[in-house]
Structure formats: structure tokens, C-alpha cells
């Protein structure tokens, strides 16, 4: 059976405004992503074990290729790859959790991710609308982390990148709510042009 993105259905124009700069949100569909839980040697040796020891402070983001775990609390780990890459995640992960405790929870069917990408003004104040995080640049500069709510959807925020003025942020949310999320996207942003791109 064909996997079906979670923005699939979406028609574009129906989210789009005009702008001269406009912000683009796009879906990164099958991400492989899996939930890690316990206490801080389990967190340091699974990711040494996936490539990106040492551990990351909390709210911080290891980062090795597409690899990247997100430090979202002190006994909490969100590992995400490319897609097909759960599989060897949950290998070399299932046996450190059996031995040492935690819990490991595959959620690559479960959510997905949206990517905003644009003036980085713009987009902090996109986020700003429906997020009670500090988004200001001193406080969520890339290479950040957060587990949050935009409006009352919880996502989990990444900075990814800033180059030139612009700044791309990653929202990893369940996919049955990625709709939602989207069209509030869409409508905080609609001030400074919006567009989805698939």
C-alpha cells in the first residue's frame, strides 16, 4: 500500500497570499523518528551507539549528516533520519534500552514534519502567533530545540538553518493534526506572503 503524505490532499491555493518575500512551508514526509526515554547514561550511550556522542544539553541538537537527535528534556531524545533509517535505529537502540531500561517508541508513521523557511523575521513572527516560546535569535538560534504548543498543537521546534536574513525551523507534529497546523501557519503568516511548495 502507497504511503500518503500527510499535506497530500491540500490544495496550495488554498493556503497561499501574496508577498514580495514570502514565506514557504513544505512537508518532509517519513522521516524515520524515535522516541527515546531515560536516564542521562542510556541518552549517552545510544548516541554513541547511532554516531552522535557525546549528549547534547537540553535544548540543544546533535547533528551528524541528516542524522540529529533533539535534547528535548533531561531524560528525553528525539532521534530523526532519513526515511528507512528507523529500521537501523531500533537495531543498534533495542538492545541498550533492554539492557539498561527507557523506553524506545518508533513514531515515523505517527507524525511528520513541516519545514517553514523565509526572512528570519518573518518566520520568528509566524512562530511567535502561536507559540509561547522566546523565538528571538539570542534565544532560538539554530542548532536549537524545544518541545512546545503552536496554538494548542504540540510540536516539537527545531532551528535548522540561518544563511543571509533567512532561517529555516522544523516542526515535527502528529500527522493527524499537520493540517491544522499548517492552515494556522498559513494564517499567521499571511501578512508577509505564504506559499506551500511540495
Do not use: N
Amino acid at each position: 500500500m502507497a504511503r500518503i503524505s500527510a499535506l497530500a490532499r491540500l490544495d496550495p491555493a488554498a493556503l497561499a497570499s501574496a508577498g514580495p518575500d514570502p514565506l514557504v512551508l513544505r512537508e518532509v514526509p517519513f522521516e524515520a523518528r524515535l522516541s527515546l526515554r531515560g536516564d542521562e547514561a542510556l541518552l549517552a550511550a545510544a548516541l554513541e551507539a547511532v554516531g552522535l556522542g557525546p549528549a547534547p544539553g537540553i535544548g540543544a541538537v546533535a547533528r551528524a549528516g541528516e542524522r540529529r537527535a533533539l535534547r528535548l528534556g533531561p531524560d528525553r531524545l528525539v532521534l530523526l533520519d532519513r526515511p528507512g533509517e528507523e529500521v537501523v535505529l531500533e537495531a543498534r537502540l533495542g538492545p541498550l534500552v533492554a539492557e539498561r531500561g527507557g523506553a524506545l517508541v518508533d513514531l515515523t508513521e505517527a507524525m511528520t514534519t513541516l519545514s517553514l523557511d523565509g526572512p528570519q523575521a518573518a518566520v520568528r513572527a509566524t512562530l511567535a502567533e502561536g507559540c509561547p516560546l522566546d523565538l528571538h535569535a539570542r534565544a532560538f538560534p539554530p542548532g536549537r530545540s524545544a518541545a512546545s504548543l503552536y496554538g494548542k498543537v504540540p510540536v516539537w521546534l527545531e532551528a535548522v538553518e540561518a544563511r543571509a536574513g533567512r532561517l529555516r525551523v522544523e516542526l515535527q507534529v502528529d500527522r493527524s493534526l499537520a493540517l491544522h497546523l499548517a492552515r494556522h501557519l498559513a494564517l499567521a503568516g499571511r501578512e508577509f506572503g505564504f506559499r506551500l511548495e511540495s
